[in-house]
């Protein structure tokens, strides 16, 4: 079916933080021009202000006193990008909402991309940073790292190079405004909830101005909390090791009895009672450790009650007559 023909009311939410210097630009050369092709569709656009200290907000109160379908929602202070993303996703009223950032980085050309797809059937199309966008060493290293251990913890649906740059049905937004964790991680919450998904590979822009809020310590603090939110795995890191640690140590032990006292040390080895000590406390560590891992996973049940997630996720439009 071609996007032309179909009468729809599409949301966008827009988090903005600090970015005074750019997003006039942004809106009247870039997104707002977009905006005016998808005469097919109803709009609204919904600007979430994570606590700017810059005249954003001023700016972004301009346009919404022009355009009544643009909406503002303004934090008291800095929250963070996730929980503006979570705002604006519950004020959203849309068929489908489009997520995006408003630096410029993340091209509203391709959104008549996302709707096409989105009106033959996708429910959650998802924008990919391709191969080719030219970041820094420790950028992509990082983000290498991110995903490959991701993958390790058990997380093999977020795709790498996955961005906030999305199409989300109402069916999906429904559902991801029901869980209630406050350290949340939107794409990989999505990922979770399992609804068809397809991707658009775009080349990550430059910013248009200004600098970007997400420096290097709040990325990683990004990724400690994607772990933690997403995969128990870290709770039981260490009982893995204590598991390694106390057979091994089990082992040497074993080999110390039998050649000191069994067989009267033939391979002269000279351990001393120093030695066995040692073994014995390496394997009382082994313990303690594998001890902490019982108590981990109770931990785990534990953080998965409190995140107050749905127990299941119903597929509304392949279930009938619920």
């Known amino acids: 079916m071609s996007i032309f023909t179909k009468k729809s009311f599409i949301s966008f939410v827009i988090p903005v933080h600090n970015e005074e210097e750019g997003i006039s630009e942004f809106l009247d050369t ?9 005469k097919y569709c109803k709009t609204e656009v ?3 202000n994570d606590g700017s200290t810059d005249k954003t907000l001023e700016i972004l109160q301009k346009y919404a006193k022009k355009d009544k379908n643009i909406k503002l929602v303004s934090f008291s202070r800095n929250f963070g990008k996730e929980v503006a993303l979570a705002a604006g996703l519950t004020y959203a009223k849309g068929d489908a909402v489009i997520t995006l950032d408003a630096d410029g980085q993340q091209p509203p050309e391709l959104i008549p991309e996302f709707l096409e797809k989105w009106f033959n059937g996708a429910e ?6 391709d191969r080719f966008t030219k970041h820094g060493f420790i950028a992509r290293t990082g983000s290498k790292l991110f995903y490959w251990m ?3 913890m058990g997380n093999s649906y977020t795709v790498p190079g996955s961005t906030d740059f999305r199409l989300l049905d109402r069916v999906v937004v429904d559902e991801y ?4 964790e406050h350290n949340r991680i939107t794409r990989g919450l999505i990922d979770w909830l399992g609804f068809k998904q397809e991707y658009i590979e775009y080349t990550y822009g430059a910013r248009m101005a200004g600098k970007p809020s997400y420096n290097t310590k709040k990325l990683f603090h990004l990724a400690l909390d994607s772990f933690v939110s997403m995969s128990t795995t ?3 890191m260490l009982g893995y090791l204590g598991g390694f640690i106390m057979l091994g140590s089990f082992l040497l032990g074993l080999f110390c009895i039998i050649n000191q006292y069994i067989l009267g040390d033939p391979l002269h080895l000279y351990w001393n009672g120093a030695v066995q000590m040692t073994i014995f ?3 009382l560590v082994g313990i303690i450790l594998v001890a902490q891992a019982i108590t981990a996973l109770y931990i785990s049940h534990i953080h998965a009650e409190t995140q107050g997630r749905p127990l299941y996720i119903v597929d509304k439009k392949a279930s009938r007559n619920l």
């Open 46 to 48: 919904i600007f979430v």
């Open 234 to 236: 870290p709770l039981l």
């Open 124 to 129: 959650v199309i998802t924008g990919v940073r």
């Open 281 to 283: 406390i390496t394997f």
């Open 177 to 180: 405004n029901r869980l209630t």
């Open 30 to 38: 870039r997104f707002f021009p977009e905006l005016a092709k998808l």
């Open 150 to 152: 991701l993958r390790k």
